[in-house]
């Protein structure tokens, strides 16, 4: 398994504003996901980080609004950029140790208002 | 598209009363399903990863078994404390990536 934190743990912005959330993971691994949960709503994939390489995104997820930075095996950056009331949600991160089942971070809280 | 549906969304059991979670699946290439207990306020927990129809799983009150089609989550005897949403997920190849693709989960009430 890994154990992975994330700041902050909850936050409130105004519409307009940027918010970065970090990952920390206590193992160097390969890939990286980050994901949103929205209220009653499945996990949805936003974009997978490999380290050393530009991070690959779902549709309906774009490099502008969602950049990712990934400059070490054991850590990760997302930034919900330009934001809005419909950005509100809980962003997740996740790694996969051995390639099979994941390990997801506490998840970050997210209130734009 | 692949599609993951769980039911119920909600299910309220007594303690001690035994039942079933299904999670339901349409997907081009399974390569696993995975079921995650999650907490308000925490991100999911892995309990059980499946892959080929007709293996089982077990931890303490919970077994997991996989067909063609579906997965069940038997809770047996469930306790106050496996109150939580149960999330299941496939795991599928698209665009030459493999990706997890999440049901909306089922939020288990146990009442004392």
């Known amino acids: 398994s890994a154990v992975i934190s994330q700041k902050p743990s909850r936050d409130i912005c105004q519409r307009g504003t940027s918010l970065t959330i970090q990952c920390q993971v206590d193992?160097?691994?390969?890939?990286m996901f980050w994901y949103r949960q929205q209220p009653g709503q499945s996990l949805t994939l936003i974009a997978t980080?490999?380290?050393?390489?530009?991070?690959?995104?779902e549709s309906g997820f774009v490099i502008d609004k969602f950049p990712i930075s990934r400059p070490n095996l054991t850590f990760s950056t997302l930034t919900v950029s330009n934001m809005s009331p419909e950005d509100s949600s809980i962003y997740l991160c996740?790694?996969?140790?051995?390639?099979?089942?994941?390990?997801f971070g506490p998840g970050t809280r997210l209130t734009v208002t | 598209e692949d599609q993951v549906t769980q039911s119920p969304e909600a299910l309220r059991l007594q303690e001690g009363e035994s039942s079933s979670l299904n999670c339901s699946y349409t997907v081009s290439g399974l390569r696993g399903l995975f079921w995650y207990r999650q907490d308000p306020g925490k991100g999911p927990e892995f309990l059980f990863t499946?892959?080929?129809a007709g293996e089982e799983k077990e931890k303490e009150r919970l077994k997991a078994t996989l067909t063609k089609k579906e997965s069940f989550l038997h809770i047996t005897a469930p306790k106050p404390e496996d109150s939580a949403t149960y999330l299941c997920a496939v795991r599928v190849t698209q665009g030459g990536s493999e990706k997890l693709v999440f049901g909306k989960g089922t939020k288990l009430t146990v009442n004392p």
């Open positions: 193992s160097q691994v390969t890939m």
């Open positions: 499946l892959y080929s």
């Open positions: 980080a490999n380290q050393g390489s530009e991070a690959t995104y």
């Open positions: 996740s790694v996969a140790p051995k390639g099979g089942e994941q390990y």
